[in-house]
């Protein structure tokens, strides 16, 4: 079992286990930790680990729209800045996307754990969110699984 399946394992949520994803090497501790403290939703501690073990990633997404590019700790303030995530969706945090039109985000307007949902950046309002998995613990194991393997679905 290697280093981030160890650390998944722990923290209870399992990297789908498929040679369709793709990680990224560790996020360096002061990006994350500079996340933590600028972020506009509290971060989900799985998805803090997940980051110490994968610094962003790319692959298949157990759900539609099917793929998934995970946004490198640095990066995600700046995107979230770029794509006026704040201004369109406020109280939501983008941490990446589906590579053709969809955002991945924390809604963070109700209590903890916060669901993720897929945004269309066009038109890019809360009323266009789609559930994709009730936390990031249930979003981390649909990854690296193709569509329809995964438990839940998003329309």
């Known amino acids: 079992m290697d280093v981030m399946a160890r650390t998944m394992a722990r923290a209870n949520v399992r990297c789908g286990?498929?040679?369709?994803?793709?990680?990224?090497?560790?996020?360096?501790?002061?990006?994350?930790a500079a996340l933590v403290r600028e972020?506009?939703?509290?971060?989900?501690?799985e998805y803090?680990?997940?980051?110490?073990?994968?610094?962003?990633?790319?692959?298949?997404?157990?759900?539609?729209?099917?793929?998934c590019q995970l946004w490198p700790a640095a990066?995600?303030?700046a995107l979230n800045s770029s794509y006026e995530v704040q201004a369109?969706?406020?109280?939501?945090?983008?941490?990446?996307s589906s590579g053709a039109g969809q955002l991945f985000a924390f809604d963070g307007r109700g209590p903890?754990?916060?669901?993720v949902v897929s945004v269309p950046y066009?038109?890019?309002?809360p009323e266009e969110a789609s559930p994709v998995a009730p936390d990031f613990a249930a979003f981390a194991r649909l990854l690296g699984?193709?569509?329809?393997?995964?438990?839940?679905?998003?329309?």
């Open 17 to 32: 286990g498929s040679l369709s994803w793709q990680k990224a090497p560790p996020a360096p501790p002061a990006d994350i």
């Open 75 to 77: 990066e995600v303030l």
């Open 88 to 96: 369109e969706l406020p109280g939501f945090l983008a941490f990446g």
């Open 39 to 45: 972020s506009v939703v509290p971060l989900p501690p």
């Open 122 to 125: 066009v038109p890019l309002g």
């Open 48 to 67: 803090i680990a997940f980051l110490a073990e994968s610094n962003g990633g790319e692959g298949d997404l157990g759900v539609k729209p099917g793929w």
């Open 145 to 155: 699984k193709r569509a329809g393997e995964g438990s839940q679905s998003a329309p």
């Open 112 to 115: 903890s754990p916060f669901p």
